[in-house]
């Protein structure tokens, strides 16, 4: 009998919700369903995958269940992927396994796949390995319904038709009941664990769309059952139907495809009035608009506005059927007009500030969003002004933009007074004396429908205060006073393009943020975002600000011609000042200028392009850019057959794709590829034609995007896998400097990746790297330097840069000491390509090492690094620790024990270590108080700094003069480093016994690490299976035994079976200290006793025959001791 204690009932919902209602589908001619590329089929795919991937493990009755149809589909996958486990014959493929008529339960016959059971579905995924994904979409786009063909379409049918409160076990009795077949139970809960994933991706999904868009369909809701009321039979009958399209809900109240309410979609209507033609409508985020014509849920199509864009139903309506706006009026409608669910930020508007810039305080923005609703309210009630308020575009809203006020502060009470009780709304009324001034200026242009820049600036004075107090329900009525003035002024202008919002400045309460259009799993978390810097606010006084301003009129309302003269003239104007990059934001250019690209006129294009390009310079310009949508036009540029169109497309992109969310978007719309396809031209040849010349621009441009996009690591991984490495290895041989350093550029930050140092190592990039670092271009040779800092990771590299000889032009650039980053960049490689010893003796040549002493004082912690660290693998060598000396680099060294700068710590120390194993050296390092500098390092809280600096202290004990005094002399150094044996890094641990076991030798020493409890943690230590540890703890516990009971205590506490394990290991250095700390410890007989209980004779023999001497003696010794045990206890048995 199987196991239905999981289900307690039936989950609810209809089978393949997930693929209908979740995954975007686009028909093909051809009538076969293509899944989208989209972020939202990523994810189910990834599910689906992981789902398959574990159900064998987890459900091997049910993964062993035939289908009742085979699921089939064209796969990649060709017979020489199949291994053990089928029959192969040519091309074709056959399971072992087959069902009870004989057929197999996978069969390929190329390049269509059959496969009968999901058990041998999850061994083809693993088969396809790096291709996993695709089958299992090739999978679902032909088998559109794969539960139907697992389970067969009756025994689907008989289960859906049960109610969803259907016990599960009352549910297999009535299955059986029709179905006899032995397997029932199996196909009932096979149906339950598909139908119980496909719920768990639709929550998934949901919670997805939560973090990214904020969707509240209760609003839309309550208009509709409003609007439901109006369609009566009689003579108040304004609409004949008001009906949903689909009547599933999800969760959060939504109605449309989870892949729709990625665009903050929430249902779709279709309204009959009584006197026009049908209406289809799209309720969203951002208001109401007619759509293409979507009747049913199961359309693919039509989801398009088709409209202008309408702040709620009614208004659309009225704007439709002059029947409903005539009925509606008499019915008193504008009463309900405003639920109390309705939130104030769908009425209110107001400036967001960037990052950086002051903001007012949360409970000013709250009192103004309510003064400036109440007073637009009750203009609307008294119908003497009627004002459209344009609605946001979903763009801002799902960005996180508006101001997102809950309902405790649209509830707070006004400053009138009186008492009010929980529930109440506020309404003013303007008194018949009350006078207001308003002032709009409207500018439509010849495209209309695309909101455009607004600023709603209102000052209401305050209402004469009301007393009194209502009841519960009840609605309170302000009047103003006679001499009450309330001034307002708002200026709208609506853009050319349907569909693009304005760069709005919103004001946000502190603390929010915007919520990121696209959510990764990797999501970039590793990059920095841009910092936003703080920019003043525009200058309303220049007459530049005002020129600007009648320009952007010009270009929002005029003709092809009028529009080109427009930009020439906009051209005109200095566009790197800061207050002209404002300007054209401020009065609704920007977006306008988005919109032309979007148009089919090449000159147009070209004008906006190049005004573009010059104001997103701006931080502010390129936030606004990407959030308005911008991003993805220009990226849609790139495939323009107008070469100038693609340069400067790529060339803004460069500008924009400062920041993570503009980076991301332009990998995310296809922009990579796009660019990377720009690489490919010949830019070396001696003389260039005028289209060749086009050609090497437009690749300029591209490497110059590429560059700026290179900082994500995703796109570092797109640019490969788009084949931008042999391109840009192409790219290096240009004579071109303006080429060069973008390339360089876009190599150096990828470099960062191991696949791109090993790419550039085989293109034979280094050579051309090694060449540019001679050019007369300072940036171009810093960018050279920075990319063989970051290539120089392993001896072939750094060989390849001696072979080519750059080891001396990377020392002649440390004569440049003003231009701080090429120094930065110059001394990273030479510390790098000073792994090699061959090349430090080079570098000798070139007295690299006097010019490196000479940079330890007076530079930038970025530079120190790098110097210490070269400094560090030159003391390697010993005749450059007395040359070091003598130059008078110890001094300087120790000096910078005092810093905090952790890399350069680590730096610091390793050098200092290196220098102190020469005796002389050790005296100064010992004078200047270096090893207490060292030792306080301990203290740090960075594990690598904590770690170096124990290393650094092996060498300084080992040849200071009066080791134990001058550790003792250090007050609580001992404790500290005892306590370091708690750490969870291990690579301190390792750095920690190893000093130990230098410290150990002072027998005074000794006693106080004993007192500090250094045996139980050594021996806490011996389970380990690290042979770098294993060869310092062995050392460290051989060194302890030698006071007191320790060899006794280390026996009580578990360290000698551990360590007898130690001698299975390949190191022999391990061999060494453990023979070491084995002969220490088999002085007690308790412990000899283990030892000889572990086995631990073989291996010791066999080490006796060591050519390492030092083993041989401890190796005997500790077998002496045990046969010495082993005859005082014959001796004793005898005599007794």
Known sequence: MLDFTQFQKIPAGAMGLSLTKAAQWTTASSGTGKLEFTPMNGFLLKEILHFVEQFSSQHPQEADHVFEEPLHWSTTLVASDFKTDYDISDSDVQSHEKDYEGHPLLQLSPPTVYVR??????????????????EVQACLEENKDPVVKILGPSFVSTLEKEDANTDVLSLVDKVKEKDQGKDTEVKVKLFLLLQNMDNQLISKCLKEIAGQVSLDPTAVKNEVELLKKFCSEGEKRVLKLVRYTSDYIFSNGCRSPLWRQMHGEICYLVIEPCDTE????????AGVFLNGGIKHEEEDSGYERTSDMYKDLVTLLKSRSPHFTENINMQDFAVEELPSTQKIQHVELVDVEEQGQPQRSYEQQEKNVHEKARLQHTLNMAGRVRVKIYEPCPRWRKFGLLSPYGKAEENKPSESSGEQKSGEIQKSKLGSGAKSKMKAEFSVSSFPGRLSSQK???????????????KSGEIQKSKLGSEAKSKM????????????????KIKTPAGSMPVEAFSESSSESEEEEEQPERCPESNTDLPEYWQIHKLVKYLKGGNQTATVLTLCA??????????????????GGLEVLLNLLDTDEVKCKIGSLKILRKISHNVQIR??????????????????????????????????????????????????????????????LAKLTANQEKDVEVARCG??????????TKNKEAIRKAGGIPLLGRLLKSPHENMLIPVVGTLQECASEESYRSAIQTEDMIKYLVKNLSSDNDELQMHCASAIFKCAEDKQTCDLVRKYRGLQLLVLLLSKSDNKQLLAAATGAIWKCSISMENVAKFQEYNALETLVGLLTDQPEEILVNVVGALGEFALIPANKAHIRNCGGIKSLVNLLTGTNQALLVNVTKAVGACATDMENMAIIDQLDGVRLIWSLLKNPSANVQSSAAWALCPCIKNAKDAGEMVRSLGGGLELIVNLLMSTNNEVLVSICAAIAKIAEDRENLVVLTDHGVVPLLAKLTNTTDDRLRRHLAEAIGHCCMWGSNRASFGDAGAVGPLVRYLKSKDEAVHLSTAMALYELSHDPNNCITMHSKGVVQPLIVFMGSDDETLQEFAAGCVRNIRLLAQANRNARLYR
């Open 570 to 587: 906009m051209m005109d104007f200095d566009l790197m000042q800061e207050t002209c990059q404002l300007a054209i934001r401020d009065v």
């Open 456 to 470: 709603i600036k209102a000052e209401e004075k305050k209402a004469s205060k009301s007393s009194g107090e209502q």
């Open 623 to 684: 936030r606004a850019i990407v959030y308005m949508g911008g991003m993805q036009s220009i990226v849609k540029i790139l495939d323009s057959p107008v070469k100038d169109l693609k340069a400067l497309a790529a060339e803004t992109i460069a500008n924009v794709a400062r920041f993570r969310r503009a980076r991301r978007t332009v990998r995310q719309y296809g922009g990579i590829k796009k660019l990377v396809k720009l690489l490919d031209c010949v830019p070396n």
């Open 703 to 712: 490497a110059l995007a590429l560059w700026s996009c290179s900082k994500s």
């Open 278 to 285: 049908t209406l289809y409508i799209t309720c969203s985020t």
């Open 117 to 134: 059971s999901i058990s041998q579905l999850s061994k083809l995924v693993h088969l396809a390995d790096d291709k996993k994904l695709e």
């Open 489 to 504: 002024k708002a200026e709208f202008s609506v853009s050319s393009l349907p569909g693009r919002l304005s760069s709005l």
